[in-house]
Antibody, heavy 117, light 108 residues
């Protein structure tokens, strides 16, 4: 079964850091580009970061540029999101998603990040 | 940056009716780069349409997509009770790979 499972979410204080992980299974992870997408409570979807298959091509949304770092380990079938200098407005469910053709065809269940003092 | 504007914000219809959801882009891009998703409360989004008009695996044929340039439409031909949800469009033409703000399809 093709699957993505996020982990690493939780409660963190403003200015703190958190590292999210996304474990892939059921497909050849190294063949696929990957994305992180988040959704604040009661709000819409926000694309935040993309990585190519090797990890050398990377894009970020302006809202997280300079604070978040996307990376991948193809040997471990894993995608990561290092989040630093967290703000209250970063509170959201964070999804990893597989890019296939020009769409996200597989999504994880999401992990909740709450930034609050 | 490409901004996607979805309309209407909320659409109230009855089962069996036809729904047409609009996604308008601030600049033109290839229809290859337009996707539609469905999201139900407490669930991750699900891919419905890619390349503006191709149905994803397992998506019923009552869902169809059309459009080009800056104007795209998701049509649901005959609404089923399970179709009431929030729908998002997304573009992959240029980073940032933006989403529309969503259309909530609710039961009338």
């Amino acid at each position: 079964e093709v699957q993505l499972v996020e982990s690493g979410g939780g409660l963190v204080q403003p200015g703190g850091s958190l590292r999210l992980s996304c474990a892939a299974s059921g497909f050849t992870f190294s063949y696929f580009e990957m994305n992180w997408v988040r959704q604040a409570p009661g709000k819409g979807l926000e694309w935040i970061s993309y990585t190519g298959t090797s990890g050398s091509l990377i894009y970020y949304a302006d809202s997280v540029k300079g604070r978040f770092t996307i990376s991948r380990d193809n040997a471990k079938n894993s995608l990561y999101l290092q989040m630093n200098t967290l703000r209250v407005e970063d509170t959201a469910v964070y999804y990893c998603a597989r890019k296939n053709w020009y769409s996200n065809d597989v999504w994880g269940q999401g992990t909740l990040v709450t930034v609050s003092s | 940056e490409i901004v996607l504007t979805q309309s209407p914000g909320t659409l109230s219809l009855s089962p069996g009716e036809r729904a047409a959801l609009s996604c308008r882009a601030s600049q033109s891009f290839s229809s290859d780069y337009l996707a539609w998703y469905q999201q139900k409360p407490g669930q991750a989004p699900r891919l419905l349409i890619y390349g503006a008009s191709s149905r994803a695996t397992g998506i019923p044929d009552r869902f169809s997509g059309s459009g080009s340039g800056t104007d795209f439409t998701l049509t649901i031909s005959r609404l089923e009770p399970e179709d009431f949800a929030v729908y998002y469009c997304q573009q992959y033409g240029t980073s940032p790979y933006s989403f529309g703000q969503g259309t909530k399809l609710e039961i009338k």
